[in-house]
């Protein structure tokens, strides 16, 4: 938007000013929000439920305003927003610090969080309904899911979630007592939380780069132009159709010594064979990550395949006529030029290492004991068992180590490059 | 106009979420009993309840409990909750009653003088927050039994085991004939044994005086210590490299012969009578793993999440009092293989186990309340973990864990 352009809607009234609606539709529609906002504070509709639902409906509230606005509101509502938010977020935790006080009650507290929240929504809302039909309202309307997403599932849930991790919830997502970083102490003097933080940095260093190794040795064998080359891919490709838990069964099977690959290498008569990796305690985690590597190495394939084939064939002529041989042509010449398709093939495999979980439950479900264990499981193990402080203490902290990895790569690929162009 | 329609749409939307629907007197139930004796248990609940002229709506949950919980939870907690719920006693349903998310049943239970004949007290006792009743318990399982294959012990030319003890000894031979002396499940199954041993080796009171009374000294003192060192030995017993994922799978062992024996709750017996099996002549029910003769009183109970419709709140009431009428406890608890929670019922219809438990449960003096009884869930998921660690590590310290369960017992919140 063109300084221009701001300072004729700061006038508020430049010459492409139309109104879609008449004064009167205006104010009935505002009317109409005032006795619903009335309606559903009088009949306790927003506050029926518990906790954690409260939030989110604020959000919901912001959100939907946000997005229908118009102009002259729209250069203050981030403000607003901004100032709204942190006020609630004080006042929820000044409210739950001393609620538990002599000096103000329960009810009490929940009145003066009800009232407040209620008066700010109440105040964005109808100022937004008063601004909101001007212009471009149908991509305003449109534009409501995605500004919905953003501000209330990535925003909104994290600092729902950093904020709980230091209360004592149990069973209930309520802010009752706030118990500093109690939750963290504890978490770090856990042995199964180590144990799930060692595996899962094992697991993250095997596959990927195991899966890149491999699926850019076969994406360069699939590169020469082999026939059927179509029949190879997808054959290559089958196990990505496949989902975790199916991966993790299929493979429970074929690595378990009672019946699988031990038993049948035995019966054609290797008796010594053994291969008892899935219950053995020290090698469990990695027969996770042969069932891992099978099931994702098809996807980095074809991801480079297509990295590969975007590289342009003058580049291949130019490096036969300097008489470089065809493998270092791959690894100084085309490998360095296929650096956005391995940076994108990286976040995906490495995030889906992250967040690891199904594949783990269906194959070892941790065990044996505790040895392939990954954090995801523990943070689900007491999210939904009576631990919810310490579920989202350990969420919190899987967040700051993905975001402590990520940061210094988007430094650099968005922020340093940017400076230097 | 098109403005016009869109906010009369709008409008038409928010005010539908002020219009309650109407139910009639249908319940919708939700339960976590899916195995074939569970289904046909609940099929009697349904059917004395539906010959009170309301409806029984199935709402059965598919997995234990651990899958059940969270969803039964949080269908309260978002303000969709169902007619009436199946959970274990203890504490998991506290903070529920608390939010005054639940049915009082107080004058239900009055009228019915459960406290009266209601048996053991603590069942009640658990169901009943700041003197006021939130639930029906409607069986009784106990979770110390060791089962043992009388074949496997004859084969090896060994006395069938009386106790623990016996077990320990046999072992040796056992393990060189290829057969786990003690088979065992991941998970919460690892947690019931360490109790049940702990019970066996420590005794029913100084167990109690730890999980309930939180006696730190007693559980950081030296006579603890010896308690963890002897769960260490029966590490032994147990192949980590054949323990199993469901608790099914560890009894199964012991059915077909792999595993000597398995320690679980009474719920193992209707595996070994579905395998066509006779107590007391192919395999053996061992009480507190023989050394404490003493059975906890866990099993399942009935909350009524709070209905503002007064039909639907009519029918949770009857409900509540259907669930412990005589007839229907006796047809519940042959099928389910539990134990029912009134004395004055015939039973001659139920088998060695249960007459053994039964001839406990009203003979012993001692209490012993279930672990989600004295614990919250969140202490227990910590020593669950913990004792999985310990189980599949030998070379882990009895100290150690002895000093990390004397961490999480005095951090547990006060019950």
Known sequence: ?421 | MKYKSMAAAFAATVSMAFTGAAHATDLEVTHWWTSGGEAAAVAEFAKAFDATGNKWVDGAIAGSGDVARPIIISRILGGNPMGATQLNPGHDADELIKAGLMTDLTDVAKAGKWDEILRPKSQLASCTVDGKVWCVPVNLHSAQWMWTNRKVFTDAGIEPPKNINDLIAAAPKLKEMGIQPLSLAQGWAVRLLVNDLIIAFAGVDNYVKVMKDRDVELAASPEFTKVFQQIGEARALVDVKQITKQWNEAVGLVINGKAASNVMGDWAGGEFQVAKMVAGKDYDCLPGLGLAPALDTGGDVFYFPLNKDPAVHAAQLKMAETLLMPEVQVAFNLKKGSLPMRPDVDLSAANDCMKKGLDILDHSKVSLPSDRQMLDADSLTQIGDLLTDFFSKPDMKPEDVQAKFVDVIKNAPKM
């Open chain 1, 1 to 421: 938007m063109s300084s221009i352009e701001l300072s004729q809607i700061n006038r508020g009234a430049g010459p492409h000013f139309q109104p879609a609606f008449t004064k009167n539709v205006r104010i009935g529609i505002a009317s109409l929000v005032v006795i619903l906002a009335l309606l559903a504070v009088t009949f306790d509709w927003p506050f029926a439920y518990i906790g954690v639902i409260q939030p989110f409906m604020l959000t919901a509230g912001l959100v939907a305003v946000s997005a229908i606005v118009d102009v002259p509101f729209r250069l203050f509502w981030p403000k607003l927003v901004m100032f709204a938010t942190l006020l609630l977020a004080a006042l929820s935790a000044w409210l739950a610090w001393y609620s538990g006080g002599a000096w103000i009650s329960q009810e009490g507290a929940d009145q003066v969080w009800k009232t407040v929240s209620t008066g700010l929504v109440g105040v964005i809302i109808g100022a937004g309904v008063w601004n909101a039909p001007y212009r471009n309202f149908s991509s305003k309307i449109a534009s409501i899911p995605m500004m919905f997403i953003v501000l209330f599932a990535f925003i909104g849930c994290s600092l729902w979630t950093i904020s709980y991790s230091f209360s004592d919830a149990k069973t209930f997502p309520l802010f009752n007592n706030f118990v500093g970083l109690k939750q963290y102490y504890r978490l770090f003097g856990a042995d199964v939380w180590w144990t799930a933080c060692k595996n899962a940095a094992i697991y993250l260093i095997f596959v990927t780069s195991i899966e890149f190794v491999l699926g850019f040795v076969i994406a360069v064998f699939m590169d020469q132009k082999i026939r059927a080359e179509g029949v190879f891919r997808t054959i290559y490709l089958y196990p990505f159709a496949l989902s975790f838990i199916v991966t993790g069964h299929v493979w429970a099977w074929i690595l378990s010594p009672e019946y699988g690959l031990e038993k049948s290498m035995r019966q054609l008569g290797w008796t010594s064979f053994s291969f008892d990796w899935l219950v053995n305690v020290d090698r469990s985690i990695y027969a996770v990550v042969i069932a891992a590597v099978w099931q994702g190495t098809g996807l980095v394939m074809a991801l480079m395949l297509a990295g590969l084939r975007g590289i342009d064939d003058d580049i291949w002529k130019a490096a036969r006529v300097d008489g470089i041989p065809k493998w270092r042509t791959y690894i100084q010449i085309v490998l360095p030029m296929m650096r956005p398709v391995l940076i994108t093939t990286f976040v995906i495999v490495a995030s889906g290492c992250v967040r690891v979980y199904d594949i783990v439950v269906a194959l070892t479900d941790g065990g044996p004991g505790t040895s392939s264990k990954v954090p995801a499981q523990y943070v689900y193990q007491y999210l939904f068992q009576g631990g919810i402080g310490q579920g989202l203490a350990a969420s919190t902290v899987m967040l700051l180590t993905s975001a402590v990895i990520l940061t210094p790569w988007i430094y650099v690929e968005f922020v340093k490059n940017r400076q230097v162009r």
